[in-house]
């Protein structure tokens, strides 16, 4: 034949989108029911990244029937796309990010991450544009019933911290220690996200601890039991539980509040 | 180790976050383009520039197109006779006034700074019709517009009576409903008239389903591919700056009303992540960044695109492109400083 045919390579690089695609639905699949995805989103997503799975790994199988029954026929050989990549880079570098997802776990921020954005930001933090009016309410339900983020919430809208004095806390967080805090206290704090991971902002409250108290090292979650008292921390007074009890307990499977 | 850990798991929730609304841009576009005869649209397009322009900004919302998707039809409605005030309008805001697009800014922003959704939407119209208005004053096309498509008009009176099979019959040089060009990015303003693409003109409808069907699932894996590997290397630079610049440096930048944004215009620019994603890419600095330059990000960044300026070569002279990129730029850049000043 005079005319040479269209590039071999044409004929493999269709299964590479199959492999790509198909790839991360399965990933998106794995992330949902492994968990991870807590780690990764605001739970109100999560259906519908179950949804867009199942959709893409539909689309992945019909284009892979596609080209089968194409490969038959052979009717539409030479389409040109614009093509924003070289031919397979797409394809590629979708397949190995989905690659990586699969053998790189997402791991849930730590306590570096939380410092790395200052500790003054943490206490003034929730930031008061962050705070939702619709929030208050659900702020309002009994002192020892209040999590982490309601209690930064309440605070937020009543500044006050002596208002507070006496109250009986009940909340969960994971442990850090700031520099700025002195040696009988540490903060503990929380990711909030609104999104996600990639808008997640720590809130905190620092906690009292009794001398014979045992020091945990940072990132430990724990339950801490206790009354709000005002301390003067950094030259300023702030609302501080100090603790009664202090319970180690495992990671939540969801690590941020909403 | 513990910063490379953290990179990875903000790109991959950027990626899982965004990725059930690419789905679900690249599916509606696809559908659009193959299942809806924009010819009847046509028709009702009004003449006057500036209701035209304005139009025009919202007809994304019966075009759920993304960037990369505006431009063949931009150029279609050139063709088929619609006023320049009107395709211009669409160039700009379709990739922002549709649907998908304000549910996932919705999603990124909507719990926080709800003021972003509705400013992004005002903002992007008011531009797209300003800059519309002010294209619709060039009467004659000849100086802006690539010669394929200035002749095209020459020859084809632009009066809308350039439908149905008397259009589909004439110019072959153009065809009209052309949504794939041909050649590399960049060179696209050959276009490349094959079989499949005869299928795409706005004649599709005399195709079989199932052959309808198989092209739109082509349309759907090539979006997907290529859309994806964009996200891909959005979402891989707002990790990589939120992980690595040095924190102060971004705080500086990111808290002056003016630096942060022209950061913002410059990265929008750059980074040509598709609108139904690009606010979760904004949603990384929105800590660190002032509302304007956030909503800069997302109002002009879908206008320009290093990827949109290859697409765009396929209608207009670069003449007239470096007009429009600085028209709405400009524009762009004043609303969000009025904003960051609280003048507005």
Avoid at chain 1, 29 to 40: N, P, R, V
Avoid at chain 2, 239 to 262: E, H, K, N
Wanted: charged share 15%; with cysteine; proline share 6%.
């Amino acid at each position: 034949m005079a005319n040479q045919k269209p590039k071999p390579p044409n004929r493999l690089l269709p299964w590479l989108d199959v492999l790509a695609i198909t790839a991360w639905g399965i990933l998106l699949l794995y992330y949902t029911f492994s968990a991870k995805i807590y780690i990764l989103i605001h739970e109100h997503y999560i259906p519908l990244v179950v949804i867009s799975a199942i959709a893409i790994l539909a689309v992945g199988f019909l284009k892979g029937r596609q080209i089968l029954r194409r490969r038959r026929g052979d009717n539409l050989a030479t389409v040109q796309h614009l093509m924003i990549f070289p031919p397979g880079w797409g394809g590629a570098l979708l397949l190995t990010t989905a690659i990586l997802g699969f053998i790189i776990s997402p791991q849930p921020f730590s306590s570096q991450k939380a410092l790395g954005s200052g500790v003054n930001e943490i206490f003034v933090s929730s930031r008061v544009t962050r705070v939702k009016p619709q929030e208050f309410r659900r702020a309002s339900v009994s002192p020892e019933k209040r999590s982490l983020v309601d209690w930064v919430r309440t605070l937020n809208v009543y500044p006050e911290p002596d208002s507070y004095t006496g109250q009986k806390v009940n909340v969960q967080g994971f442990t850090i220690y700031p520099t700025e805090l002195g040696q009988e206290y540490f903060l503990l704090a929380r990711f909030v996200v609104t999104c996600c991971a990639a808008d997640a902002y720590p809130i905190g409250l620092p906690v009292k601890l009794k001398e014979n108290f045992e020091k945990f090292p940072p990132d430990t979650w724990l339950q801490v039991e206790g009354q709000m008292v005002t301390e003067t921390i950094a030259g300023k007074r702030q609302l501080t539980i100090a603790a009664d009890s202090l319970k180690k307990i495992s990671q939540p499977k969801n690590p941020y509040s909403y | 180790m513990n910063q490379l850990n953290n990179g990875f798991t903000i790109f991959l929730s950027l990626l899982v976050e965004a990725m059930p609304f690419l789905l679900l841009g690249v599916l509606f576009s696809s559908l659009l383009l193959f299942f809806v005869d924009e010819r009847k649209l046509v028709k009702v397009m009004p003449r006057n520039p500036l209701l035209g322009a304005l139009f025009g900004s919202m007809m994304g919302v019966f075009f759920p197109v993304c960037e990369c998707g505006n431009v063949p039809v931009a150029r279609r409605f050139l063709t088929q006779g619609v006023p320049t005030s009107v395709a211009v309008g669409f160039l700009l805001a379709a990739p922002t006034i549709n649907p998908i697009v304000i549910w996932s800014t919705w999603a990124a922003f909507g719990r926080d700074q709800p003021e972003i959704v509705v400013l992004r939407v005002v903002f992007s119209l008011l531009i797209a019709t300003i800059v519309g208005f002010v294209f619709s004053f060039q009467k004659d096309l000849t100086p802006i517009v690539q010669p394929a498509i200035a002749r095209y008009l020459k020859f084809n009176p632009a009066k809308g009576e350039a439908k149905g099979r008397s259009f589909r019959a004439g110019n072959t040089l153009l065809k009209s409903g052309t949504y794939f060009l041909g050649g590399k990015a960049g060179s696209s303003q050959i276009i490349d008239a094959n079989a499949m693409q005869e299928t795409m003109t706005a004649s599709v409808s005399n195709k079989p389903l199932a052959d309808k069907l198989g092209l739109l699932l082509e349309n759907i894996v090539y979006e997907l591919r290529e859309l994806g590997a964009v996200m891909i290397l959005g979402s891989a630079i707002a990790a990589a700056v939120q992980v690595l610049a040095p924190r102060d440096w971004i705080i500086s930048l990111g808290s002056g009303p003016v630096s942060s944004i022209t950061v913002m215009l410059v990265l929008a620019a750059v980074v040509s992540i598709c609108s139904t994603v690009d606010s979760f890419f904004a949603l990384s600095f929105a800590s660190t960044f002032t509302s304007g330059s956030l909503l800069a990000f997302l109002v002009f960044g879908p206008m320009i695109d290093i990827k949109g300026v290859g697409l765009m070569l396929s209608i207009f002279k670069p003449k007239a492109i470096f007009y429009l990129f600085a028209l709405a730029g400009l524009i762009t850049f004043l609303l969000t400083l009025f904003l960051n000043l609280h003048v507005i």
